[in-house]
C-alpha cells in the first residue's frame, strides 16, 4: 500500500483549509452528537465517540466545541433532533468511482441535494448503502516525524500490535490496519511512543487508481469540491490519482 501521497488521492479537501474550518468542525459535532445518541457521552465506554474526538483533535478543534456537541448529543432526543448516516455510491467521467458519506437531520433533502449535485457533475448516482467493489475499509492513522522517534522501532511495535502495513514520507509515518483494531493500536502507540497524530480515521482506499490529465483532474476535483460543499456530506472517497 502506498503512502502519503494516496492519502491524499482519497479524501480530497479544498486548499484553503482554514477557510473551511467553520464547516469541518460542524461536521465533526454532528458525528460527536450521533456517537452520543448511540452510545453514551462517555469516550471511555464509547469506543466510537473515542474515536472521533480523536479525529477532531487532530484537526484542532477546540477543546470547548468538543465538549458542546457531548452535551448536544445528550439532549438530542429531547430537542427532538436527531441524525441519520447513510452512504451513497456514484461515479463520475472518465471512471471515477464515489462514495459519499452523509449525517442528515432529513434524508430527503440530503438525497435530492446529492442527485443534483451528481446531475450538475454529468455523473451517476448509485444504490443506497452500497460500496464498490473496488474500495476496502481500513484505519489510517498518521504520526508527525520528530526526533525522538525511531522509525525502526515504531515501525516493529506497530506490527506487533495489530498495524498491516507501515510506511513513512519525508513528514510522517503512516499506519494502515483493520478498522477494528484502530482505537487499541492508537492508544498502544501512545502508551509506549511520544506522538502527535495529524490523522486518526476509518476510510475508504480504492484498489487502484484512475490516472488523468491536468485538465481533467482539475474539473473532476472542482466537481468533489461542490460535493463537499454541502453541509450534509461528511467525506467523499474517490478513485483519482492526484
Request: glycine letters at 6%.
Amino acid at each position: 500500500m502506498a503512502g502519503h501521497s494516496k492519502w491524499a488521492n482519497i479524501k480530497h479537501r479544498k486548499g484553503a483549509q482554514d477557510a473551511l474550518k467553520a464547516k469541518i468542525f460542524n461536521k465533526f459535532s454532528k458525528e460527536i452528537m450521533v456517537s452520543v445518541v448511540k452510545g453514551g457521552p462517555d469516550p471511555n465506554s464509547n469506543p466510537s465517540l473515542r474515536l472521533i474526538i480523536s479525529k477532531a483533535r487532530a484537526k484542532s478543534m477546540p477543546k470547548s466545541n468538543i465538549e458542546k456537541a457531548i452535551a448536544k448529543g445528550q439532549g438530542a432526543t429531547s430537542e427532538g433532533q436527531t441524525f441519520k448516516e447513510i452512504i451513497y455510491s456514484g461515479t463520475l467521467s472518465n471512471g471515477i468511482s464515489l462514495i459519499v458519506t452523509i449525517l442528515t437531520d432529513n434524508v430527503n433533502r440530503s438525497v435530492s441535494s446529492l442527485q443534483a449535485l451528481f446531475r450538475r457533475a454529468n455523473g451517476q448516482i448509485g444504490k443506497q448503502n452500497s460500496i464498490p467493489y473496488l474500495f476496502e475499509q481500513k484505519g489510517y492513522l498518521e504520526i508527525d516525524k520528530t526526533d525522538q522517534i525511531n522509525s525502526d522501532d515504531l515501525m516493529m511495535f506497530v506490527l506487533e500490535n495489530g498495524g498491516d502495513d507501515f510506511q513513512e514520507d519525508e513528514e510522517s509515518y503512516l499506519i494502515y490496519c483493520e478498522p477494528r483494531a484502530i482505537q487499541d493500536l492508537k492508544s498502544a502507540i501512545e502508551n509506549n511512543f511520544s506522538v502527535n497524530f495529524s490523522a486518526v480515521e476509518i476510510s475508504y482506499f480504492p484498489d487502484s487508481w484512475v490516472e488523468l490529465d491536468q485538465e481533467s483532474t482539475e474539473k473532476i476535483l472542482n466537481q468533489i469540491d461542490n460535493f463537499l460543499e454541502d453541509d450534509d456530506i461528511q467525506n467523499v472517497y474517490h478513485n483519482l490519482k492526484v
